[in-house]
């Protein structure tokens, strides 16, 4: 059977990816930091009509083009678009492999005629990704090189012995270097290397020109390298006879929890989130599912989470299959575990998954410091299980173990007042410590700070109470905010 290689070429890419969230019609392009300056990296076709090209300074192009809107590149990203299109393009052959940073190679021998021949397969190929928003340039020929010359040189198509003669040096796959060298000597298309002798071509070049030149040819053999499948992080165990106990559920829960973890400890991932499906004999299923506070391999750590959800689970007249999956997965960094370290951060991991089992895991909070001198703002709250804790709580002053909303009283003058009631409560202030003068940030719509200044003091009652009262000098009034320890 003759080998048959499509080859797609995904010109505008990057910009496509954007493009497809979100469309316009004026001319776009990403930029991309290179050479200490940002340069167009990706444009659209409007983009290129308006007289802009790739590589051309940024600033340059929006001299050029008033109308340009424009978005930082994303490499990671426009990687992963790429891997989804491999994955789509596994519909037409199971061997798909990665051509640079905008292409695929696909090796379609022998599944063209479930698509009818090889011309309805590429009808429909640029069908469905012209529908999605893709242009795509499509080479089809025999092999690699020649599929890959045809997409990016010879305007795809289907090639034949006058197309590939016709084509450019550069559709070799060559360096600059060596296309250089060869146009120097007259040498433009595939015929004219052709018509040199090999050993002269040899001497000069190097053995890489020649190499090229019969893997287009067909000469030399060049296969598609597929992309492997992603790990699938699933086990599952069929028992010879049902079971009822809680404690065998849980003995077949540990035996798939040890390979489960062993794949992902080899793949460096952890486990967000697992389920545990309990077939019965009546073919009904049930499900305990496990939400982690940290991604975790560890499957004595885990194997205790189970009890509370398997303790639910309704066996009927026995259950006899199990299945575990991963169904969340996170890298799982390398972590220096010394005496001193490592063990108390872990048992509260632990103790965030038993309460977030019980009340969820998005229930589970912490507080985490902000970049705001505004009493209000100077906190956010985070789940605790999708958050690292922080020491960095830099504040000028002590602050108060609780912050309400401010509460005014009956005081004049800017000086703490002897003696005032709050919340029906009469005290007497014992020490004064202050004052600490907070401005309002002007960048902020809050209307509570929208007043003026605020002058903080700690107030120390003789009744006990520790207060935190501030006062407004542009609108005289006293209030309570805080209650210290």
Not at 13 to 20: D, F, I
Not at 45 to 69: N, P, V, W, Y
Not at 224 to 243: C, K, N, R
Not at 365 to 388: K, M
Request: net charge positive.
């Amino acid at each position: 059977m003759q080998k048959r290689v499509v080859s797609l070429w995904f010109e505008k890419l990057p910009s496509e990816r954007v493009l497809r969230a979100h469309p316009t019609d004026a001319p776009f392009a990403l930029t991309h930091h290179q050479k200490n300056t940002d340069r167009i990296y990706c444009l659209n076709t409007e983009a290129e009509k308006a007289g802009l090209h790739r590589g051309m300074g940024f600033s340059d192009a929006r001299a050029f083009c008033r109308d340009l809107q424009s978005r930082p590149a994303d490499l990671n990203a426009d990687e992963r678009f790429l891997h989804m299109l491999a994955r789509w393009s596994k519909r037409y052959c199971p061997w798909v492999g990665l051509e640079g940073r905008d292409g695929l190679s696909l090796n379609i021998t022998g599944s063209a005629h479930l698509f009818g021949g090889e011309g309805p397969l590429l009808d429909d190929m640029r069908l469905r990704l012209t529908r999605s928003g893709i242009s795509a340039r499509i080479g089809l020929a025999d092999t690699r090189g020649a599929a890959w010359g045809m997409a990016h040189y010879g305007a795809g198509g289907v090639c034949t012995q006058p197309r590939l003669a016709s084509l450019p040096i550069a559709a070799l796959r060559l360096d600059e270097k060596a296309c250089v060298g060869l146009q120097r000597l007259g040498v433009r298309s595939i015929a004219d290397l052709v018509a040199l002798p090999r050993a002269t071509v040899t001497r000069r070049f190097g053995r890489d020109v020649l190499l090229r030149l019969d893997q287009m040819m067909g000469d030399q053999p060049e296969d598609i390298s597929p992309l492997p499948d992603a790990p699938h992080y699933g086990v599952q165990m069929t028992l010879p006879e049902p079971i009822g106990l809680k404690e065998d559920v849980m003995a077949g829960a540990e035996r798939l929890l040890g390979r489960l973890c062993a794949k992902l400890k080899a793949n460096e991932k952890g486990a967000r989130i697992l389920q545990l499906t309990l077939r019965r004999v009546d073919q009904g299923s049930q499900q305990v599912e496990l939400r982690l506070a940290q991604p975790l391999h560890d499957a004595a750590r885990i194997l205790p989470l189970f009890e509370r959800g398997v303790d639910t689970v309704d066996a009927g007249f026995g259950i006899d299959q199990l299945r575990l999956v991963a169904t969340q997965i996170e890298t799982c960094q390398a972590k220096q575990i010394s005496h001193s370290r490592g063990r108390e951060t872990d048992r509260l991991d632990d103790l965030i998954t038993r309460i977030g089992v019980r009340i969820g895991l998005e229930n589970v909070q912490r507080f985490l410091p902000a970049d705001s001198h505004i009493p209000e703002r100077s906190f956010i709250i985070s789940p605790a299980a999708y958050s690292a804790p922080t020491s960095s709580w830099a504040t000028p002053q002590p602050r108060p173990i609780c912050i309400f909303p401010p509460e005014p009283i009956t005081a004049h003058g800017p000086r703490p007042p002897a003696r005032f009631k709050w919340r029906r409560m009469p005290l007497t202030t014992g020490r004064a410590t202050g004052p600490e003068r907070i401005a309002p940030e002007w960048w902020l719509s809050d209307d509570n700070w929208r007043s003026g200044i605020r002058d903080y003091w700690k107030i120390d009652t003789r009744e006990g109470r520790r207060l935190w009262l501030f006062y407004t000098p542009q609108s005289p009034n006293w209030y309570v905010q805080g209650i210290f320890a």
